[in-house]
């Protein structure tokens, strides 16, 4: 089975740091551009980050841009998500995400969930204040 497994969530306070992780299961992803999404309570899911197949390219949200780097390790098919000066509006379950298809890091359609392929379950990041 084909499958994105999201890990590292918890409960940390603000002004904290958390590392998510995200890990491939049942194919590579390693030539996919691999993005971050993340939905609140009530909310929309929102584009957070998302970061070339080489990791030469990323890109943020204003709202994470200076707090969170995407990276990825291509050797062992991982993805992160380093979070710092974490905010209770980062509140939300955290998705990992594969596009398949080209997209350009910079463009439009990278932030759009639609032109991702695969996703994985989510992790719960709550942040208290």
């Known amino acids: 089975q084909v499958q994105l497994v999201e890990s590292g969530g918890g409960l940390v306070q603000a002004g904290g740091s958390l590392r998510l992780s995200c890990a491939a299961s049942g194919r590579s992803f390693r030539s996919s551009v691999m993005g971050w999404f993340r939905q609140a309570p009530g909310k929309e899911r929102e584009f957070v980050a998302v970061?070339?197949?080489?990791?030469?390219?990323?890109s943020y949200a204003d709202s994470v841009k200076g707090r969170f780097t995407i990276s990825r390790d291509n050797a062992n098919d991982m993805v992160y998500l380093q979070m710092n000066g974490l905010k209770p509006d980062d509140t939300a379950i955290y998705y990992c995400?594969?596009?398949?298809?080209?997209?350009?890091?910079?463009?439009?359609?990278?932030?759009?969930?639609?032109?991702?392929?695969?996703w994985g379950q989510g992790t719960q990041v709550t942040v208290s204040s």
């Open positions: 995400a594969a596009c398949d298809s080209p997209l350009a890091v910079n463009g439009p359609d990278a932030g759009n969930s639609r032109s991702y392929d695969t």
């Open positions: 970061i070339s197949w080489r990791g030469s390219r990323t």
